[in-house]
Structures are given as structure tokens and as C-alpha cells.
């Protein structure tokens, strides 16, 4: 079953550059507006979503609970909002191998956060030196994809 979590993972990051490609040509479509392309892409997201709670028949009535949610419980919708809108601001400027090395080397350095701290609820995980040095591996990634070609040839 881990290797499942593993390639949906994998199969996440994958998509992560085709929607930032898709959401900067449905941003050209409608005339340059960034944010009406990330409402539009939540949109069909929410119907997606929707029909998916619909196939596999989520209980709706644990949404009766929403009341007693707290607005940081809700901040994930604004979270996600953010990275629809920043990835289809940003990767026409940028490149998406830019934007998307520098979102992971800051999912990597924050999330090591979380594990150390168990931030928010998340189990304890200790960082040692080796995933130090991923993270390190990760950030010379970083300047690799966005200087490599600087770099003198030699």
C-alpha cells in the first residue's frame, strides 16, 4: 500500500507543471485575467470534486459539523487558491522548471519543519543528517535548474 502513496505522489508532481501550463493558456483565453483563470480552474475542480463524492458516496452529512470548523481549519481552500493563482502568475515569467524547482525546495524546508515540530497535528518525525542533506541536494537542485546555464563551461 506505501508504494501506492509513493506513486500518486509521484503522479501529483507530475501534473504539478501541466496545470500551470494549462491554466496560463485558459489565463491568454480569457482575455490576461490570472485571477479569473484560477477561479475558473477551482471551479471545475469543485464540479470534479463533486461528482467524485457523488460516485463514491461520501457521508455529506458530516458537513453539518462545518459549523464548529475554525477559519484556519478553512485556510486550505485559500492555500490552494494561492498556489493556482501564483503557479499560473508566475510560470509564463519564469519557466515552469523555475517555479516548480523553487515550490518544492520550499515544500521540502517546510515540511521538514512540520515533521520535526509536528506542526499542526503532524506525527514527529526526528531530521537527521541524511535528510539534511536531501534538503541541501534539493536546494543545489534549486540553483542548478535556475543558474546552471550561467555557470562557466569547462
Given at each position: 500500500m506505501q508504494l501506492m502513496y509513493f506513486l500518486l505522489a509521484t503522479a501529483i508532481g507530475l501534473v504539478v507543471p501541466l496545470q500551470a501550463?494549462?491554466?496560463?493558456h485558459l489565463r491568454l483565453l480569457i482575455g490576461g485575467s490570472t485571477v479569473l483563470a484560477a477561479l475558473l480552474?477551482?471551479?471545475v475542480g469543485t464540479i470534479a470534486l463533486t461528482i467524485a463524492a457523488l460516485v463514491t458516496g461520501?457521508?455529506?452529512?458530516?458537513?453539518?459539523?462545518?459549523s464548529q470548523a475554525s477559519a484556519w481549519q478553512l485556510g486550505g481552500g485559500i492555500l490552494g487558491a494561492f498556489?493556482?493563482?501564483g503557479?499560473?502568475?508566475?510560470?509564463?515569467?519564469?519557466g515552469v522548471a523555475a517555479m516548480i524547482s523553487l515550490i518544492i525546495a520550499g515544500q521540502v524546508c517546510a515540511s521538514l519543519l512540520f515533521d520535526r515540530f509536528g506542526i499542526l497535528g503532524m506525527p514527529l518525525r526526528a531530521i537527521g543528517g541524511w535528510r539534511l542533506l536531501g534538503a541541501l541536494?534539493?536546494?543545489?537542485?534549486?540553483a542548478?535548474?535556475?543558474?546552471?546555464?550561467?555557470?562557466?563551461?569547462?
Open positions: 501550463a494549462i491554466n496560463n480552474s477551482f471551479g461520501q457521508r455529506w452529512a458530516g458537513l453539518a459539523n462545518l498556489f493556482v493563482f503557479s499560473t502568475l508566475i510560470a509564463p515569467r519564469i541536494l534539493v536546494i543545489v537542485g534549486v542548478l535548474v535556475n543558474f546552471g546555464d550561467k555557470l562557466p563551461r569547462g
